[in-house]
């Protein structure tokens, strides 16, 4: 049972800072392509960046890159998402997916393509 626990989420204000987690169990970790996504009240869910199993593919929404970025530590089989410069329309409930053995044509960008996903932790960004 693989299971995917987000934390970190918090009321920010725009220009703050803040650190979210996402915690992993249940199959090996390091096989797993992974991915932050959010979702913002009335909107479709969105890619915010993507990593590979070996951390050394990282991908990123253009509305993020450079002032967000996505790491992991597959020892404590954890991803991160370190937001920085945060805006009030980064507001929204962040979520964490798992895709294990991605084949060729896997995208990060594709949300259906994940198998798992995690419940999420809101970000709030005031102005």
């Known amino acids: 049972q693989v299971q995917l626990v987000e934390s970190g989420g918090g009321l920010v204000q725009a220009g703050g800072s803040l650190r979210l987690s996402c915690a992993a169990s249940?199959?090996?970790?390091?096989?797993?392509?992974m991915g932050w996504f959010r979702q913002a009240p009335g909107k479709e869910r969105e890619f915010v960046g993507g990593?590979?199993?070996?951390?050394?593919?990282?991908y990123y929404a253009d509305d993020v890159r450079g002032r967000f970025t996505i790491s992991r530590d597959n020892a404590k089989n954890t991803i991160y998402l370190q937001m920085n410069s945060l805006k009030p329309e980064d507001t929204a409930v962040y979520y964490c997916?798992?895709?294990?053995?991605?084949?060729?044509?896997?995208?990060?960008?594709?949300?259906?393509?994940?198998?798992?996903w995690g419940q999420g932790t809101q970000v709030t960004v005031s102005s």
């Open positions: 997916g798992a895709a294990f053995a991605p084949g060729p044509t896997f995208s990060y960008r594709r949300d259906y393509q994940y198998d798992y």
């Open positions: 990593i590979s199993g070996s951390g050394g593919t990282r």
């Open positions: 249940g199959r090996t970790f390091s096989n797993a392509a």
